[in-house]
Every structure is written in structure tokens, then in C-alpha cells.
């Protein structure tokens, strides 16, 4: 198993700037004009209550980490979080319990295959293998701090709200419309519990990931959120520490490895900055030192990430310089 002793040694960063905000926002409208007409992707028709969201809302929010704010189109509209919301509760999961414990007990590797996968399961000897799919992001949810699931349920909704800068509510419709359908979810967290890797009642803790899951957020909360873990930690916004640096560090690997699901390695190969979607049509981009982007726009590919929401960010990790692979020649030596 590969392993770095890092612990007592001073780690640099890289960090950079985005553009100043009237730049940004100029950008952002552009990108808007220019996919909001696409029309490609379906919306989330095996959730009832996704099934009846408008196709045609858009809408782009970039945050960076000085605070400033740019939004555009439906920015500012409501929908549910849904799997975005996996990143968030693996940072303050591994905040809470630490780095060693949550690679031992949920794993950080790609499954590469859906997220939703039995057999990655039963081809992993039990495990969930990272975080981001189903099966670990219900063993993470198993493992906020509380004694109870109602207190794991609060202190779940206060990490995410802190996240987020708001009190954030759940989409009450969406919630049971989701436990309606389930079926799938309860039965990946008893094949966790017959490997004898998942201690908690699986009913109960598929409940509370639900919930999760159904917790109303924008695009804009989506960009502050991942300009949070742009920040180190800390909610630029708001000013609230939320996680350590070194959780935003962990976190970001694993949402770069399989946040994208099994498009993941194409995603970082061709937009190079670590995303993480949801099937409310949400999708949060991070540039670690600099800031975030958030979409959404509810029409998906296969795998489950929005459509308009790649192209924008996309657009935009070019634009912006949001490309953590990139780099160029200095001057004189190209």
C-alpha cells in the first residue's frame, strides 16, 4: 500500500488568482450565452420529483477565495444537492475521525465503474472503494459524529450549512420521492453490512443519506462551498473555519480521482480541475488557491453529470486558468 510521511514537513502550496470580479462576471455571461442552448442530456427520471425539473434552467456561479461572487442565469435557483453533497460530508468526516482511518474504512480508489454499482462491491472483497460512489458515501454518512441518527442528521445539515454560509433546508418532496425508490441504496448498505463493514442499522443510515442528499442548495452555494475547500479550509464568504487545510487536500484528491464517476480520468485528462456532480444537475469545480465553480442545469449524460455543466466549466478552466495541470514555459525557454 503506497504511504507518504509527510507530517513534519513544512508543505508548500500553489496558489494563484482568479481574474477580478467584473472579468469573471463577463466571462461567466459569455459561457452562459453560449451553452444555454444546448440541448443535449436527459433529466433524473428514475427520482420522480427530478423528473418534473425544468430542463431549461441554467445557471453558473464562480466564487473566489477573496469572497467575491460572480453569478449568472438561475444562480440563484433552488434544487436539490444530491451526490455533490458526498464531497462535503467526506471533508467533515474525515475531519472529525482523520486521514489514516477514513482510507482504512471507506478506501479513496476509482471503482470505474456507475455509481450506483453492486459489483463493485462484491469485485472489492466488501469494500466501498472510495467515498464518491453510493456505497461509500453511505458508510461516510455512517460515520459523522452522534450517538443517534438524528444527531448524525444535525451535524451533517450544520457541516453543510457552515460549508454552504447558510442554513440550508431539505426539498421535502424530493426526500420522499427518493426513500420511495431506494430500494437500491438499502440494498448496497446490507451487502457493506454482510461483509461485516458497516456496524450501523442500514435502514436508518440510508434514511439519513437521503436527507443528505435532498438538502436544497443553488449554484452559488455550490461555488462557496467549493471556494471553502479552495480556501484551506475556511469559508471565504463567511470567514468561518469549516475543515483543516489538510482535509481540503484529502478531499479534493479523491473528488479528482472519481468525482466525475467513471468519466472521472477523461474529465481531469481533458478540463484538468477536480469536480464533483450531482444528479440534481449540480456540478462544484475546485481550484485549490484560487476558487470555485458551481452549475447547474439539470439535463445529464449517461453517467449522471449535467450536460451544460461540463461545457461551462470546461470553458471556463481554460478562461480562468483553472487547469491545476497547467503550466508554461518560462520566458526565453519555450
Not at 4 to 28: F, Y
Not at 43 to 70: E, M, N, R, T
Not at 280 to 309: C, E, H, Q, W, Y
Amino acid at each position: 500500500m503506497f504511504k507518504t510521511d509527510t507530517d513534519h514537513i513544512d508543505q508548500r502550496v500553489s496558489t494563484g488568482a482568479l481574474p477580478d470580479l467584473d472579468e469573471t462576471l463577463g466571462l461567466l455571461r459569455e459561457v452562459h450565452e453560449r451553452y444555454r442552448g444546448l440541448d443535449d442530456g436527459a433529466v433524473a427520471d428514475y427520482i420522480p420529483a427530478l423528473a418534473k425539473v425544468d430542463p431549461s434552467l441554467f445557471g453558473i456561479s464562480a466564487c473566489s477565495v477573496d469572497g467575491h461572487v460572480a453569478d449568472v442565469g438561475d444562480a440563484r435557483h433552488e434544487f436539490a444537492i444530491e451526490s455533490a453533497s458526498k464531497a462535503f460530508v467526506f471533508a467533515l468526516v474525515t475531519d472529525a475521525l482523520g486521514h489514516d482511518a477514513i482510507k482504512k474504512r471507506i478506501g479513496v480508489n476509482n471503482t470505474g465503474l456507475p455509481f450506483n454499482s453492486v459489483m463493485a462491491i462484491e469485485l472489492n472483497h466488501g469494500s466501498a472503494m472510495n467515498p464518491l460512489v453510493n456505497a461509500g458515501a453511505i458508510s461516510a454518512t455512517a460515520l459523522m459524529p452522534g450517538k443517534t441518527p438524528d444527531e448524525q442528521w444535525h451535524h451533517l445539515l450544520a457541516g453543510l450549512s457552515a460549508f454552504a454560509g447558510r442554513e440550508l433546508t431539505l426539498d421535502t418532496e424530493v426526500y420522499e420521492s427518493e426513500m420511495a425508490t431506494n430500494q437500491r441504496n438499502l440494498a448496497l448498505a446490507r451487502l457493506l453490512q454482510s461483509y461485516g463493514n458497516f456496524e450501523n442499522d442500514p435502514t436508518e443510515m440510508v434514511d439519513v443519506y437521503t436527507r443528505q442528499c435532498s438538502l436544497r442548495v443553488t449554484a452559488h452555494d455550490l461555488a462557496v462551498m467549493g471556494a471553502t475547500l479552495a480556501d484551506g479550509g475556511v469559508n471565504p464568504v463567511t470567514g468561518a473555519h469549516v475543515v483543516s487545510p489538510r482535509v481540503c487536500r484529502d478531499t479534493l484528491a479523491v473528488i479528482a480521482t472519481s468525482g466525475m464517476y467513471e468519466r472521472s480520468g477523461e474529465w481531469m485528462f481533458e478540463i484538468g480541475i477536480p469536480a464533483k456532480s450531482g444528479v440534481g444537475g449540480g456540478i462544484v469545480a475546485v481550484a485549490p488557491g484560487k476558487g470555485a465553480v458551481g452549475t447547474f442545469s439539470p439535463p445529464l449524460d449517461v453517467a449522471g453529470n449535467s450536460v451544460r455543466g461540463q461545457y461551462a466549466i470546461g470553458h471556463l478552466s481554460r478562461s480562468l486558468g483553472l487547469n491545476v495541470f497547467a503550466s508554461a514555459a518560462r520566458e526565453g525557454m519555450a
